[in-house]
Structures are given as C-alpha cells and as structure tokens.
C-alpha cells in the first residue's frame, strides 16, 4: 500500500469511498458541499489517498492543519482494506506531512450511541491511536450523534 497526496483524477476513487459509508455519513456523493470540500482540499494539498498494490484506491482522508489545531475532515477506508492498517496509515502520513507540535489533534467521530460507532470500529480506532472522547458536538447529516475526539501532539 502506498499513501500519497489526492490529486484530481482521483476524484471518481474519493467518491466511491463516500458511496461506500453514506449509510453512516449521509449524503455525501450528490452533495455539492462535499464536491466542493473535496475539491479544496485537493487544490491546497491537504488530501490524501492510499492505493493497494492493483493502484485501486483503499482509502481516503481530508486534512485541515490551521495550528495550534488540526482537524482530520474525514477518513474513510473500503470495506474490503477495513482492518488492514490503512487507516492507520494514513493517519501516521497526514500528521507527519501537515502537524507540527505543540497543538491538538482533533476529530469528530459517531456518538457512542451511533450505530456506526461499533459496526465502523470509528471509536476503537481513534483510541488506539492515543484520541481521547471530548464533548459531543452536532448531530451528523442524517442525524446521528457525533462527538469530539482529541488528542495533544507534543
């Protein structure tokens, strides 16, 4: 698996991934708002994707670094790559290319009471990777819980 920067061919590859968890999410595909964040975060770099060895897209993530606090947008892995690192992957490139100490590291995730907050692994994931539940926040698109996960980046 490779982590690179998104670029715009990579668009169709994004999309898919966000058809893959609108159950979770909500609209995302045949959101404008969603086109146009993707689109922003491809022109300012701050996109990545991560490809299996077929060079087909397994995973994706929007980043916003505006220190002292960073923001993962969103991240999103295939159902089939779900437990094979590329998350994790992507996370430890986002923070080595955009992060720079001291600050917070910060992400909104599934309430505990989403749905998608087991059957993702979303929160799991969070914390094993040192995230710690904050306040929750707004509700998702369709309407689920959401909460804030942070964690301090030294």
């Known amino acids: 698996m490779i982590v690179r920067l998104a ?7 994004l999309l ?3 058809a893959e968890a609108e159950h979770w999410f909500g609209s995302m595909v045949a959101e404008p708002g969603f086109h146009r964040a993707v689109d922003r975060h491809l022109r300012r770099a701050t996109a990545l994707v991560a490809v299996d060895a077929r060079s087909a897209l397994v995973g994706g993530l ?3 670094a ?3 606090v960073y923001h993962v947008d ?4 295939a159902a089939r790559a779900r437990g094979t690192g590329v998350g994790r992957a992507l ?6 290319r955009f992060v720079r100490g001291p600050g917070t590291l910060e992400v909104v995730t599934f309430g505990a009471d989403h749905p998608g907050a087991v059957t993702s692994g979303a929160r799991v994931f969070y914390e094993r990777l040192g995230f710690a539940p904050a306040e929750p926040t707004a509700p998702g698109p369709e ?8 964690r301090p980046v030294p």
């Open 7 to 13: 670029r715009e061919q990579d668009l169709p590859g």
């Open 16 to 18: 898919g991934l966000a």
């Open 62 to 64: 929007l980043f916003d």
């Open 66 to 68: 505006e220190p002292p």
């Open 74 to 77: 969103w991240l999103v892995v």
């Open 91 to 96: 996370m430890a490139d986002a923070q080595d």
């Open 143 to 150: 309407g689920g819980s959401r909460q804030v996960y942070r």
